[in-house]
């Protein structure tokens, strides 16, 4: 049922096949209700799921579409999480302290951006690894600014004299916030910025060789990227009420990065799913503690090791995620009788040209 | 310098190897240029130091007036130089039209701020950039792989693909690294009438590195043939393949250069 498309326009649509507008209208209908009949809990998990795909929008700009990873995002997180809960301790209005949070990460983004220019991989990974560390270690040790182990707790945000305090009001933040990063996403992706964030991840030899500066684009890939982990985490700190430096270590990071790989790289639904199933999985885990056999429930480390597992068993089965899971699902039941189990299967592909450097 | 494109005693050294020695020559402008030799002849590094991907270790390069030795490597597309490459390097994981619609990007000056809104002016500029897109398309013939994924494509379809981004960049000067490699004869054959195409109706300057005679003496105006970094014979297809030196660099032995033509 492919639309016959007349105009150029049409393909430069965020909307662009007949069902998007109503379906995406009845979820954001739907998630508007929500907090109208949930109860406490499910408001403040779905919050955090909110919070999480912000960052995992932040974070699958970078790793899923410009091919760069990070082990160092929860810091950008904290990042904006203490930069919006200093601003409004000091009297900031909090509709400036949100914007103004996610640009302080934004400009963290272009301090780690900007040295880690040449590398890719593995290196890129332990360099902003060390990043998270440094950032870790500095909120601990700068007393006077963040209350190091003390803790920092976050004042109650107000808008035109409204305080916003309770879990529907971070619902209601976070969902706003989700909808316009997740707007902005859609932007970069159908412009040339986004392009040339593909055409790096997939060729920077060719990417060089059409006019991409390399640098330019992996610099602002981290800004953007960091800009919105930084929105996040200004979020993150009105869901949790008290900032922690330790909060913000590797094993956040590691799971943001697990987000965008269980999610499915290179896909804005994938970061949206992943961040459903990582934000979900530990009180998934804490429903069924009790009732597993072996005592299994009450080793410790549980948690960490599941989510480790779960990572291995992805990339290992199903590397596209949740996204690509939900994509094979779609076309089994749209071809029903013929599906193919080859659909979807890619060519090895070429030989890649001598790597210049 | 004489020469729409002009290369002086280009010399590219890796450590202790000279991959190129004292290479000059000039292109005249909507002329084809192949570049012959053997493996290792320096060929590439040739099109690489063209195309900024390495700096020279001495020589000049001058294109249109201008020395692009130093130049930086993401500005050379925007002077009007578009290059293929041996092992084609398409973005893989974005569809035909993407590709196409990457080679564009020399020619996008909308700010990053404005992209970010997808502001009216974003808009004006992608509609652009998408007619520019579609006419290659069409030149090309690929109008029924535009929504497909390169990673889908097969081999032969890739090679006509890459060729589609570098005219993106509406070229003034196309570098065709072994533009027929990975093809079969008709697929060559094809290339062939499209680089004609490419020169007569575009009136682009072709430099091309090719290994297959045929194409090259069907396409070629003038052909320079290399050994171990250093220019062997430069002239017509036919004289340089007549020339002793390129036949003994082909063919190896001592330079019984009338015999070893009879050949068939």
Partial sequence: ?????????????????????????????????????????????????????????????????????????????????????????????????????????????????????????????????????????????????????????????????????????VYYMALGVLVAVLLVAMNILRAPLGRAMVAIRDSEISAQSMGINLAFYKTVA?????????????????????????SFGVLLSIQLVTIVFIGGLGSLHGAVFGAAFVAMLPQAIALVRDDLPFGIG????????????????????????????????????????LHKRAAFRRQKSYAKSERLR | MNGYFSSRDLAMRFGGIRAVEGVSFDVQRGEVFSIIGPNGAGKTTIFNMISRIYTPSAGTLHFDGQDITRIAPHRIA?????????????????TLLQNLLIGRHCHSNVSVLSQLGFLPNVRRAEVEHRKRAEEVIEFLGLQR????????????????????RALCTQPKLLLLDEPSSGLNVEETDEMAFWIEDIKKDLGITIIMVEHDMKLVSAVSDRVMALNQGRILALGTSAQVQSDAEVIRAYIGGEPEAAKAESVP
């Fill in chain 2, 145 to 164: 792989n535009r929504d497909q994924l390169i990673a889908n494509l097969p081999y032969g379809v890739r090679k006509v693909v890459e060729l589609g």
């Fill in chain 1, 222 to 246: 981290f800004a953007i990227s960091a800009g919105i982990t930084g929105l996040a985490g200004a979020l993150f700190g009105h869901y949790v009420r008290h900032l922690a430096p330790d």
């Fill in chain 2, 78 to 94: 925007g002077l009007g130089i578009a290059r293929t490459f041996q092992n084609i390097e398409l973005f893989a994981n974005a």
């Fill in chain 1, 1 to 169: 049922m492919n639309q016959l498309k007349t105009s150029y326009e049409q393909d430069l649509r965020l909307a662009r096949r007949r069902w998007d507008v109503p379906c995406y209208g009845v979820l954001l209908a739907a998630l508007v209700l929500v907090p109208q009949f949930a109860s406490t809990f499910y408001i403040g998990e779905i919050s955090f799921v909110f919070i999480y795909a912000i960052a995992g929008v932040g974070l699958m700009l970078l790793t899923g579409y410009t091919g760069l990873v990070s082990l160092g995002h929860a810091a950008f997180l904290g990042i904006g999480a203490y930069g919006n809960a200093i601003m409004l301790s000091k009297g900031v209005p909090f509709a400036l302290s949100l914007p103004l949070s996610g640009l302080i990460a934004g400009f963290a983004g272009v301090v780690i951006g900007i040295p880690t220019l040449r590398m890719s991989g593995l290196y890129l990974a332990i360099a902003t690894l060390a990043f998270g560390s440094i950032v870790i270690l500095v909120g601990e040790k700068w007393h006077s600014l963040t209350g190091g182990f003390d803790g920092f707790p976050v004042p109650h945000p107000s808008v035109l004299g409204f305080v916003l305090e309770g879990p529907s009001a």
């Fill in chain 1, 298 to 337: 009450r080793l410790p480390g549980l948690e960490p090791s599941l989510f480790g597992l779960i990572l291995v068993l992805v990339i290992m089965f199903e590397p596209s995620g949740i996204h690509g899971r939900w994509l094979k699902t779609k076309s089994w039941f749209k071809s029903f009788p």
